[in-house]
Nanobody, 128 residues
Framework: VQLQESGPGLVKPSQTLSLTCTVS??????????WNWIREAPGKGLEWIGQ???????LYKSSLSSRTSISRDTSKNQFTLQLSSVTPEDTAVYYC?????????????????????WGQGTQVTVSS
């Protein structure tokens, strides 16, 4: 399976960041597949943002949940991240990734999940 992120590389503060992950070689509705957004800010480690499951249910990082929405288009085999009210602290490389097992929010937030497929990542800069 291959994943590819797409979206604007520059977003203004207070606006909404929107990224799409296009999946090929596998279906986002395949049983027990979990589709995630992860980011890495400069000088920081990987941060899990949230996921949408093969059933279409969502799970978000607690501290980002009020600003995060993940949706999907099964006809295009894509899932989309929207992060609202962005600030320069949201500047990061954003990745989409699949994990084949799922888990609890704690597992994702603590970095215990093993992902078996990643996109190449896309740089998003928040700046006026």
């Amino acid at each position: 399976v291959q994943l590819q992120e797409s979206g604007p590389g520059l977003v203004k503060p207070s606006q909404t960041l929107s990224l799409t992950c296009t999946v090929s070689g596998g279906s986002i509705t395949a049983d027990y597949s979990y589709w995630n957004w992860i980011r890495e800010a400069p000088g920081k480690g990987l941060e899990w943002i949230g996921q949408i499951t093969y059933r279409g249910t969502t799970l978000y990082k607690s501290s980002l949940s009020s600003r995060t929405s993940i949706s999907r288009d099964t006809s295009k085999n894509q899932f989309t991240l929207q992060l609202s009210s962005v600030t320069p602290e949201d500047t990061a490389v954003y990745y989409c990734a699949r994990d084949p097992k799922g888990g609890y929010r704690f597992d994702y937030e603590s970095g215990r999940i093993e992902y078996d497929a990643w996109g190449q990542g896309t740089q998003v800069t928040v700046s006026s």
